[in-house]
């Protein structure tokens, strides 16, 4: 009970009025800023512009200050950076401690995550200390022009539904959205923007982790989100060893490969690699689907790729309605046939 009274409390303390401008947190690994950052930038832009006030990214790690100008380059007109040993892996501990100070100090209005590992575990985090509200997982972000608040699309029911949340009562209104369904924002050389150092203490017991070794799983090691291009497979592979030959077609073009669900539920190939509804949402440049049907599920994760090339024996399979170029055949002959000609150029 003291814990919910002391959240009321701080809520109703707060003057709404105060928080002003749009912080993206510029998540990176190992040095190196993720898509959906840049994405965010990019959906974070057309919010400060809708409702008038500054674009900021927040940034920590320990030593990764080369970031701070791409960060800027890509839109930020400020950057909140806290580099201390503490922030060199993530914790949850170190990067709330970290990140609500900053809140507490500066009070954005609104603060989007990316709806990743780290940014499903980092957002509610912070909402909490915050005492505000969360969405996760949104899909459409787009600010009221009467009320100037947000308004947070994001599926429900299994996507049967589209909910629209707002954040009325109580500041920063924070999202975490979706890698690979924003546009990402476009890079200005030379940029320039105002860099804030953050000063963060930390006493003993404020971070109750330690990270002892960092073992990637394959979703980090597979990173669809960031592929050009993508050879994606379903049932009609007929055998996991279907994907073999993908891999192969993949490698020649410098693409990774993915799959549809249903090849997944068969235990063809790892979840990492799934597209759709119920997988990773990818926008590569070019999408081959290969013995693909086409299921809204699946749709709904690559529809926005750049162009997409769909091979299938059954000329009504929806995948065609989609698709850019449209290969009716067995795609153990149109793949080995692509292939012939690729070693020919
Ligand atoms: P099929 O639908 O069986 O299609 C196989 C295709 O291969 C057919 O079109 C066939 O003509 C073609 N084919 C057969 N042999 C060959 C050949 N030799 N050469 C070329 N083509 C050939 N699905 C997803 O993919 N991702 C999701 O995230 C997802 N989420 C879901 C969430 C929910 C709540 C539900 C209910 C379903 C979800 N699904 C998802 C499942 C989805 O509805 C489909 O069942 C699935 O996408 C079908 O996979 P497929 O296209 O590989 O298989």
Known sequence: FQ???????????????????????????????????VELLGEGAKLAKAVGCE???????????????????????????ADAPELKQYTTDAYTKAIYEAIETYKPEIVLLGATHIGRDLGPCLAVRCGTGLTADCT??????????????RPAFGGNLMATIVCPNHRPQMS???????????????????????????????????????VKSVKEAVSLT??????????????????????KFAEKLGGTIAASRAAVDAGWIDHAYQVGQTGT?????????????????????MQKSGLIVAINTNESAPIF????????????????AILEELENV
């Open 55 to 81: 674009l900021c990214a927040v940034l920590c790690g320990s030593g990764v200050e080369p970031l701070v100008s791409e960060l800027f380059e890509y839109g930020a007109d400020k950057v909140y950076y």
């Open 176 to 214: 975490t959205v979706r890698p690979g369904v924003m546009e990402k924002a476009t890079r200005t050389a030379g940029r320039a923007g105002e860099l804030i150092r953050l000063r963060i203490g930390f006493h003993e017991g404020d971070i109750r982790t330690k990270v002892l070794e960092v």
């Open 3 to 37: 814990a919910i009274k002391k959240t009321e409390d701080k809520k109703a303390a707060k003057d709404l009025s105060t928080y002003h401008g749009v912080w993206v947190f510029a998540e990176q690994r190992d040095g190196k800023l993720m898509q959906v950052a």
């Open 321 to 336: 309605d989609i698709a850019d170029f449209c290969i009716v055949g067995d795609l153990y002959k149109v793949i080995p």
């Open 226 to 247: 960031d592929a050009e291009i993508i050879v994606s497979g379903g049932m009609g592979l007929g055998n996991p060893e279907g994907f073999e030959l993908l891999k």
């Open 281 to 301: 949402t990818v926008k590569p440049k070019i999408y081959f689907a290969c013995g693909i049907s086409g299921a809204i599920q699946h749709v709904a994760g």
């Open 140 to 153: 459409k972000l787009e600010i009221n022009p009467e009320t100037k608040g947000i308004m947070q699309t």
